[in-house]
Protein backbone atom coordinates (compact mmCIF):
# COMPACT_ATOMS: atom_id res chain seq x y z
CA UNK A 1 0.00 0.00 0.00
CA UNK A 2 0.99 3.43 -0.40
CA UNK A 3 2.04 5.63 2.19
CA UNK A 4 2.21 8.95 0.15
CA UNK A 5 0.38 11.53 -1.73
CA UNK A 6 2.17 13.18 -4.82
CA UNK A 7 0.44 16.34 -5.75
CA UNK A 8 1.43 19.95 -7.36
CA UNK A 9 2.14 23.09 -5.74
CA UNK A 10 2.48 26.04 -7.66
CA UNK A 11 3.60 23.69 -11.00
CA UNK A 12 6.18 21.84 -8.59
CA UNK A 13 5.73 17.82 -7.59
CA UNK A 14 5.72 17.48 -3.92
CA UNK A 15 5.25 14.13 -2.18
CA UNK A 16 3.83 14.15 1.29
CA UNK A 17 2.32 11.38 3.50
CA UNK A 18 -1.23 10.33 2.80
CA UNK A 19 -3.45 12.35 4.89
CA UNK A 20 -1.59 15.62 4.58
CA UNK A 21 -3.45 18.72 4.13
CA UNK A 22 -2.66 20.73 1.48
CA UNK A 23 -0.54 23.61 3.33
CA UNK A 24 1.14 20.83 5.15
CA UNK A 25 2.39 20.10 0.72
CA UNK A 26 2.74 23.76 0.45
CA UNK A 27 5.30 23.96 3.96
CA UNK A 28 7.15 20.57 2.60
CA UNK A 29 8.41 22.38 -0.26
CA UNK A 30 8.95 25.89 1.27
CA UNK A 31 5.28 27.54 -0.35
CA UNK A 32 4.56 29.97 2.38
CA UNK A 33 0.57 30.23 2.77
CA UNK A 34 -0.64 32.99 5.51
CA UNK A 35 -2.72 31.16 8.16
CA UNK A 36 -4.15 32.79 11.31
CA UNK A 37 -6.14 29.75 13.03
CA UNK A 38 -4.15 27.34 12.18
CA UNK A 39 -1.68 25.28 15.00
CA UNK A 40 0.20 21.98 14.69
CA UNK A 41 -1.08 21.02 18.26
CA UNK A 42 -4.78 21.19 17.41
CA UNK A 43 -6.90 20.11 14.97
CA UNK A 44 -7.68 21.65 11.76
CA UNK A 45 -11.07 24.08 12.14
CA UNK A 46 -10.72 26.38 8.46
CA UNK A 47 -12.11 29.10 10.50
CA UNK A 48 -10.12 32.33 9.22
CA UNK A 49 -10.10 31.37 5.70
CA UNK A 50 -6.43 33.52 5.43
CA UNK A 51 -5.11 30.39 3.86
CA UNK A 52 -7.35 29.83 0.87
CA UNK A 53 -6.12 28.14 -2.34
CA UNK A 54 -7.45 27.34 -5.69
CA UNK A 55 -7.59 23.05 -6.66
CA UNK A 56 -8.10 22.56 -10.09
CA UNK A 57 -11.45 21.16 -10.04
CA UNK A 58 -12.79 22.61 -6.79
CA UNK A 59 -15.34 25.22 -7.83
CA UNK A 60 -14.95 27.24 -4.16
CA UNK A 61 -11.09 28.18 -2.99
CA UNK A 62 -10.74 25.36 -0.10
CA UNK A 63 -8.93 26.26 3.26
CA UNK A 64 -5.16 24.71 2.92
CA UNK A 65 -5.04 23.96 6.76
CA UNK A 66 -8.50 21.57 6.77
CA UNK A 67 -8.54 20.45 2.31
CA UNK A 68 -6.62 16.57 2.81
CA UNK A 69 -4.15 16.37 -0.18
CA UNK A 70 -5.00 13.97 -3.05
CA UNK A 71 -3.04 11.92 -5.59
CA UNK A 72 -2.78 14.63 -8.26
CA UNK A 73 -4.02 17.10 -7.04
CA UNK A 74 -3.34 20.91 -8.75
CA UNK A 75 -3.02 23.40 -6.43
CA UNK A 76 -2.63 27.27 -6.64
CA UNK A 77 -1.35 29.41 -3.69
CA UNK A 78 -0.58 32.67 -5.41
CA UNK A 79 -2.62 32.73 -8.79
CA UNK A 80 -4.70 36.20 -8.93
CA UNK A 81 -8.08 34.32 -7.50
CA UNK A 82 -6.12 33.70 -4.44
CA UNK A 83 -4.32 37.11 -4.03
CA UNK A 84 -7.70 39.05 -4.62
CA UNK A 85 -9.39 36.85 -2.03
CA UNK A 86 -6.79 37.64 0.79
CA UNK A 87 -7.48 41.14 -0.03
CA UNK A 88 -11.16 41.22 0.35
CA UNK A 89 -10.68 39.13 3.22
CA UNK A 90 -7.89 41.25 4.82
CA UNK A 91 -10.49 44.49 4.53
CA UNK A 92 -12.93 42.69 6.12
CA UNK A 93 -10.59 42.00 8.99
CA UNK A 94 -9.36 45.73 9.11
CA UNK A 95 -13.21 46.49 9.31
CA UNK A 96 -13.44 44.98 12.86
CA UNK A 97 -10.11 45.19 14.26
CA UNK A 98 -8.65 48.05 16.40
CA UNK A 99 -6.47 49.79 14.06
CA UNK A 100 -3.12 52.12 15.14
CA UNK A 101 -2.73 55.49 13.91
CA UNK A 102 -1.51 54.25 9.98
CA UNK A 103 -4.48 51.97 9.48
CA UNK A 104 -2.82 48.69 10.35
CA UNK A 105 -4.10 46.18 12.71
CA UNK A 106 -2.28 47.30 16.50
CA UNK A 107 0.42 45.27 17.68
CA UNK A 108 -0.18 45.74 22.04
CA UNK A 109 3.51 45.13 22.47
CA UNK A 110 3.34 41.60 20.76
CA UNK A 111 3.46 40.76 17.25
CA UNK A 112 0.07 40.33 15.09
CA UNK A 113 0.04 38.41 12.15
CA UNK A 114 -3.08 39.71 11.09
CA UNK A 115 -0.68 42.94 10.58
CA UNK A 116 2.20 40.96 8.65
CA UNK A 117 -0.64 39.69 6.72
CA UNK A 118 -1.73 43.55 6.19
CA UNK A 119 1.97 44.71 5.13
CA UNK A 120 2.34 41.20 3.07
CA UNK A 121 -0.23 41.70 0.86
CA UNK A 122 -2.15 44.73 0.77
CA UNK A 123 -5.98 44.88 1.02
CA UNK A 124 -8.78 45.66 -1.02
CA UNK A 125 -11.56 48.18 -0.74
CA UNK A 126 -12.45 49.95 2.68
CA UNK A 127 -15.16 48.11 4.09
CA UNK A 128 -17.46 50.45 6.89
CA UNK A 129 -15.94 49.55 10.27
CA UNK A 130 -18.43 47.08 12.02
CA UNK A 131 -19.42 48.96 15.66
CA UNK A 132 -20.02 46.12 17.88
CA UNK A 133 -20.76 46.21 21.72
CA UNK A 134 -18.64 43.12 22.78
CA UNK A 135 -17.98 44.44 26.65
CA UNK A 136 -15.46 42.24 28.25
CA UNK A 137 -16.30 41.50 31.99
CA UNK A 138 -13.02 43.16 33.95
CA UNK A 139 -11.23 40.22 34.88
CA UNK A 140 -8.64 40.34 38.20
CA UNK A 141 -6.50 37.45 37.20
CA UNK A 142 -3.27 38.65 37.67
CA UNK A 143 -1.99 37.00 34.41
CA UNK A 144 -3.99 36.87 31.09
CA UNK A 145 -5.15 40.02 29.83
CA UNK A 146 -8.40 39.31 26.67
CA UNK A 147 -9.11 42.35 24.17
CA UNK A 148 -12.34 41.97 22.54
CA UNK A 149 -11.50 44.61 19.90
CA UNK A 150 -8.43 42.56 18.03
CA UNK A 151 -9.78 38.79 18.63
CA UNK A 152 -10.51 37.61 15.15
CA UNK A 153 -12.49 35.20 16.40
CA UNK A 154 -9.90 32.55 14.87
CA UNK A 155 -11.12 30.34 17.96
CA UNK A 156 -7.23 29.38 18.40
CA UNK A 157 -7.08 29.97 22.32
CA UNK A 158 -10.26 27.89 23.06
CA UNK A 159 -9.12 24.86 20.87
CA UNK A 160 -5.85 25.08 22.85
CA UNK A 161 -7.70 25.39 25.94
CA UNK A 162 -9.81 22.34 25.36
CA UNK A 163 -7.65 19.78 23.24
CA UNK A 164 -3.78 20.64 24.76
CA UNK A 165 -4.37 21.80 28.27
CA UNK A 166 -8.16 19.38 28.60
CA UNK A 167 -9.29 22.42 30.54
CA UNK A 168 -12.26 23.88 28.35
CA UNK A 169 -12.07 27.35 30.86
CA UNK A 170 -13.04 29.58 27.98
CA UNK A 171 -15.26 29.66 24.90
CA UNK A 172 -17.18 31.42 22.09
CA UNK A 173 -20.30 33.34 23.49
CA UNK A 174 -22.76 35.60 21.50
CA UNK A 175 -23.36 35.67 17.35
CA UNK A 176 -22.98 37.60 14.95
CA UNK A 177 -20.90 40.98 15.56
CA UNK A 178 -21.01 40.19 18.90
CA UNK A 179 -19.28 36.33 19.11
CA UNK A 180 -16.58 36.51 21.19
CA UNK A 181 -14.18 34.48 23.63
CA UNK A 182 -15.82 34.35 27.26
CA UNK A 183 -15.96 31.88 30.27
CA UNK A 184 -19.05 30.36 31.34
CA UNK A 185 -21.73 32.73 33.24
CA UNK A 186 -18.76 35.91 32.42
CA UNK A 187 -16.72 34.97 35.17
CA UNK A 188 -13.19 35.68 36.11
CA UNK A 189 -10.58 33.00 34.95
CA UNK A 190 -9.63 32.23 38.70
CA UNK A 191 -13.15 31.26 38.94
CA UNK A 192 -12.91 28.69 36.06
CA UNK A 193 -11.08 25.86 35.57
CA UNK A 194 -8.48 27.84 33.95
CA UNK A 195 -4.71 26.52 35.40
CA UNK A 196 -3.18 29.89 34.38
CA UNK A 197 -0.90 28.01 31.91
CA UNK A 198 -0.44 31.29 29.31
CA UNK A 199 -1.36 28.69 26.22
CA UNK A 200 -3.81 30.77 25.30
CA UNK A 201 -1.63 33.72 25.00
CA UNK A 202 0.77 31.68 23.25
CA UNK A 203 -1.15 30.71 20.26
CA UNK A 204 -3.21 34.28 19.89
CA UNK A 205 -2.22 35.29 16.37
CA UNK A 206 -3.12 38.94 17.04
CA UNK A 207 -2.03 39.44 20.50
CA UNK A 208 -5.83 39.67 21.83
CA UNK A 209 -4.93 37.68 24.79
CA UNK A 210 -1.44 39.10 25.87
CA UNK A 211 0.28 38.93 29.16
CA UNK A 212 -0.70 41.39 31.60
CA UNK A 213 2.36 42.04 33.59
CA UNK A 214 4.13 42.55 30.45
CA UNK A 215 1.70 45.11 29.17
CA UNK A 216 3.67 48.73 27.86
CA UNK A 217 6.82 46.20 26.43
CA UNK A 218 7.56 46.30 23.37
CA UNK A 219 8.91 43.07 21.95
CA UNK A 220 11.03 44.56 19.15
CA UNK A 221 13.17 45.65 22.17
CA UNK A 222 12.90 42.86 23.51
CA UNK A 223 16.34 39.82 23.22
CA UNK A 224 15.49 36.12 23.78
CA UNK A 225 17.66 34.17 25.96
CA UNK A 226 16.94 30.39 26.19
CA UNK A 227 17.19 28.77 29.03
CA UNK A 228 16.00 25.29 31.33
CA UNK A 229 12.77 26.19 33.87
CA UNK A 230 13.82 25.57 37.78
CA UNK A 231 10.62 25.56 38.85
CA UNK A 232 10.71 21.19 38.38
CA UNK A 233 12.96 18.77 36.63
CA UNK A 234 11.11 17.96 33.37
CA UNK A 235 13.43 20.15 32.07
CA UNK A 236 11.16 22.69 29.96
CA UNK A 237 12.93 25.00 27.70
CA UNK A 238 12.17 28.69 28.07
CA UNK A 239 12.32 32.10 26.40
CA UNK A 240 13.52 34.78 28.69
CA UNK A 241 12.45 37.87 27.05
CA UNK A 242 14.91 40.50 28.73
CA UNK A 243 14.47 44.61 27.95
CA UNK A 244 16.90 46.89 29.33
CA UNK A 245 18.39 44.14 31.88
CA UNK A 246 15.21 42.90 32.79
CA UNK A 247 13.02 39.32 32.56
CA UNK A 248 9.90 40.90 31.24
CA UNK A 249 7.80 38.05 28.98
CA UNK A 250 8.67 34.12 29.38
CA UNK A 251 7.61 32.21 26.19
CA UNK A 252 8.72 28.68 25.20
CA UNK A 253 10.49 27.79 22.00
CA UNK A 254 7.91 26.57 18.91
CA UNK A 255 6.12 23.14 18.67
CA UNK A 256 8.26 20.64 17.95
CA UNK A 257 11.54 21.67 19.26
CA UNK A 258 12.17 20.58 22.55
CA UNK A 259 10.98 18.61 25.22
CA UNK A 260 7.55 20.79 26.32
CA UNK A 261 6.60 21.25 22.76
CA UNK A 262 5.73 24.74 22.94
CA UNK A 263 3.96 24.20 26.15
CA UNK A 264 4.56 26.01 29.60
CA UNK A 265 2.73 26.08 32.91
CA UNK A 266 1.15 28.96 34.95
CA UNK A 267 5.00 28.60 36.72
CA UNK A 268 7.01 28.59 34.25
CA UNK A 269 5.23 31.47 32.45
CA UNK A 270 4.85 33.71 35.29
CA UNK A 271 6.24 32.83 38.69
CA UNK A 272 9.76 34.81 37.24
CA UNK A 273 9.84 38.08 39.78
CA UNK A 274 11.82 36.12 41.55
CA UNK A 275 14.63 37.33 39.19
CA UNK A 276 14.80 41.03 39.71
CA UNK A 277 13.46 40.80 43.45
CA UNK A 278 14.96 42.93 46.05
CA UNK A 279 15.00 40.19 48.49
CA UNK A 280 17.47 37.65 46.45
CA UNK A 281 20.27 35.79 47.63
CA UNK A 282 22.63 36.28 44.90
CA UNK A 283 26.11 35.90 46.60
CA UNK A 284 27.03 33.36 49.27
CA UNK A 285 26.33 33.82 52.76
CA UNK A 286 28.68 32.05 56.03
CA UNK A 287 27.91 32.04 59.48
CA UNK A 288 30.28 33.44 61.41
CA UNK A 289 31.66 32.00 64.92
CA UNK A 290 29.12 35.00 66.17
CA UNK A 291 26.20 33.87 64.49
CA UNK A 292 25.75 36.20 62.48
CA UNK A 293 25.82 35.76 58.15
CA UNK A 294 28.27 37.65 56.38
CA UNK A 295 28.63 37.74 52.39
CA UNK A 296 31.45 35.69 50.86
CA UNK A 297 32.82 35.11 47.41
CA UNK A 298 31.47 31.38 45.50
CA UNK A 299 35.02 29.85 46.12
CA UNK A 300 35.25 31.15 49.86
CA UNK A 301 32.05 29.39 50.22
CA UNK A 302 32.56 25.95 48.62
CA UNK A 303 36.13 25.62 50.45
CA UNK A 304 34.22 25.92 53.98
CA UNK A 305 31.21 23.77 52.92
CA UNK A 306 33.88 21.14 51.57
CA UNK A 307 35.55 21.23 54.74
CA UNK A 308 32.70 21.05 56.70
CA UNK A 309 31.64 17.69 55.16
CA UNK A 310 35.20 16.30 54.66
CA UNK A 311 35.39 16.94 58.58
CA UNK A 312 32.23 15.06 59.17
CA UNK A 313 33.75 12.14 57.05
CA UNK A 314 37.20 11.99 58.79
CA UNK A 315 35.36 11.81 62.68
CA UNK A 316 32.12 9.47 61.57
CA UNK A 317 32.84 7.60 58.32
CA UNK A 318 31.23 8.62 54.82
CA UNK A 319 28.00 7.23 55.95
CA UNK A 320 27.15 9.82 58.35
CA UNK A 321 26.93 12.21 55.21
CA UNK A 322 23.41 12.79 53.41
CA UNK A 323 22.93 14.49 50.23
CA UNK A 324 19.47 15.70 48.87
CA UNK A 325 19.14 17.47 45.60
CA UNK A 326 16.41 19.45 44.97
CA UNK A 327 13.70 18.93 42.15
CA UNK A 328 14.38 22.60 41.01
CA UNK A 329 17.16 21.20 39.64
CA UNK A 330 17.89 20.12 36.17
CA UNK A 331 18.33 16.36 35.49
CA UNK A 332 22.11 17.18 34.70
CA UNK A 333 22.22 19.09 37.98
CA UNK A 334 21.25 15.90 39.59
CA UNK A 335 23.32 13.96 38.42
CA UNK A 336 26.05 15.88 39.67
CA UNK A 337 24.50 15.95 42.92
CA UNK A 338 24.91 11.87 43.05
CA UNK A 339 28.56 11.71 41.57
CA UNK A 340 29.36 14.85 44.35
CA UNK A 341 28.05 11.95 46.86
CA UNK A 342 28.98 8.92 45.28
CA UNK A 343 32.25 10.07 43.93
CA UNK A 344 33.52 12.52 45.88
CA UNK A 345 32.72 11.58 49.71
CA UNK A 346 31.91 7.62 48.56
CA UNK A 347 28.62 7.31 50.06
CA UNK A 348 25.16 6.00 48.35
CA UNK A 349 23.24 8.74 50.78
CA UNK A 350 21.63 10.69 48.21
CA UNK A 351 18.23 11.40 47.14
CA UNK A 352 16.03 13.84 45.84
CA UNK A 353 13.09 15.34 47.39
CA UNK A 354 10.66 14.85 44.27
CA UNK A 355 11.56 10.47 44.38
CA UNK A 356 9.88 10.96 47.94
S1 LIG B 1 -4.50 30.18 30.69
FE1 LIG B 1 -4.47 28.03 29.98
S2 LIG B 1 -6.11 27.05 31.14
FE2 LIG B 1 -6.47 29.28 31.29
S3 LIG B 1 -7.84 29.81 29.59
FE3 LIG B 1 -5.75 30.07 28.83
S4 LIG B 1 -5.23 28.07 27.86
FE4 LIG B 1 -7.03 27.75 29.19
S1 LIG C 1 -8.32 35.70 21.49
FE1 LIG C 1 -6.76 35.35 19.94
S2 LIG C 1 -6.65 33.11 19.75
FE2 LIG C 1 -8.58 33.60 20.79
S3 LIG C 1 -10.09 33.68 19.14
FE3 LIG C 1 -9.35 35.78 19.51
S4 LIG C 1 -7.66 36.06 18.03
FE4 LIG C 1 -8.06 33.86 18.16
S1 LIG D 1 -5.38 28.85 8.65
FE1 LIG D 1 -6.65 27.74 7.33
S2 LIG D 1 -8.60 28.54 7.63
FE2 LIG D 1 -7.36 29.54 9.09
Request: glycine share 8%; proline share 4%.
Amino acid sequence: MKHTTRLFVNGEAVEVPVGSTVLDAATEIGVDVPTLCHEPRVDPMGSCRMCLVEIEGQRRLQPGCKFVAQPGMVVHTDSERVKRHRRLLLSMYLADHAVDADGLPAERGVGNQLRQHVLDHGTGPALPSIEADRTYRVDHNPYVHFDPEACVLCNLCVRYCDEVEAVSAITLANRGSQTTIATADQRGLLDTTCEMCGGCIAVCPTGAMTEKPSIGSDWRQEEKVRTTCNFCGVGCQLDLHVNDGKVVRVTSPDPGQTVNDGNLCIKGRFAYEFVHHEERLTTPLIRGDDGQFRQASWEEAIQVAARGLLGVKERHGADALGFISSSRCTGEENYLMQKLSRAAFGTNNCHQCAAT
